[in-house]
């Protein structure tokens, strides 16, 4: 009996102690210079240390350019391991595609390797909000002990204002505004050395997004001037890279559109959101991966959108 009991303590352990076993994290190659590393499809947890975002990382002739931070410090720390076993050269700089939480976390290992931060500059009034502070409070319980009271939020060194060329490390990198679509601050980094382009959450391969609060007219927008790069691969900020860019691109304009066009024509006829659901075609859209779990959201989140879009007159 007293047996029974230890292995039920043991086993009830071990539901409640973080798995010892770490998600991999294996760089893959994506350009002559250029690799990725590719969070799980989860949410964030002590089990994950938060890997549920991708960064990826240029080796440029003077030092390594690093594209979004990772969720937690831990998971930093394990990427500049994995930079150290492909190259000697010094991390220079980290550009940040936006500020949110599962892409900045990981900020403070590189700041403290001495690379510098850039960002989009509409960044700065999320980071210095109450929104920023409290959910750092809620990932350092969440998240513990990844996330702890250590963990803190990094502003950028060097806040730019629109799309630019920067020359980084010797290799050229064309950054991209493509906010507010997803975020206000977002970037796309199109590094055209290499044929790759890191566009942030603005775009994934295979799969719906989350429209959440975004603006999708603009992150329409968006997609068309990212479709303008000569990309062969596009690295987005969840999942598998694209090696058929424009194919995914387009599939995500189209759909974006579609919400707006039907859930649209819905706000502006007052036909209530439910009537308006169950009565539109997905059926172009049904076998995509993500679409139970986002779809209906993503058309409740566009009929608001809409009705707001309406009333203003647009
Ligand atoms: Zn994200």
Known sequence: MRRHIALWVLSTLALLVPTAVLAEMQPQKVGPNTWYVQG??????????????????VVAPQGVVV??????????????????????????????????????????????????????????????????????????????????ENTRLVPADRW?????????SGMRFVVERVGPSHTPEDLAIHVPGERVLFAGDLMFSGRLPFVGQADSGQWIASLDRLLRF????????????????RKDMVVMRDYLNYLRITMGQAARDLVPFEEAYTSTDWSSFEPMPMFRFANRMNAYNTYLLMEKESLRGR
């Open 230 to 245: 000569d990309a062969q691969v596009v690295v987005p900020g969840h999942g598998a890279a694209s090696i058929e860019p």
């Open 160 to 168: 730019l204002t629109d799309s630019t060329t920067l020359e980084l």
């Open 40 to 57: 799980l499809a989860a949410l964030g947890s002590p089990a994950n240390q938060n890997f549920i975002s991708n960064a990826g990382f």
């Open 67 to 148: 594209v979004d931070a990772l969720g937690s410090p831990a998971l930093a720390r394990r990427l500049v391991q994995k930079i150290a076993e492909i190259t000697p050269k010094p991390i220079t700089h980290v550009v940040l595609t936006h500020y949110h939480a599962d892409h900045i976390y990981g900020l403070q290992v590189f700041k403290e390797l001495g690379a510098q931060v850039i960002a989009q500059q509409d960044a700065r009034e999320y980071l210095n909000s109450d929104t920023a502070a409290q959910r750092l409070v809620a990932s350092r319980t969440e998240l513990a002990p990844w996330v702890d």
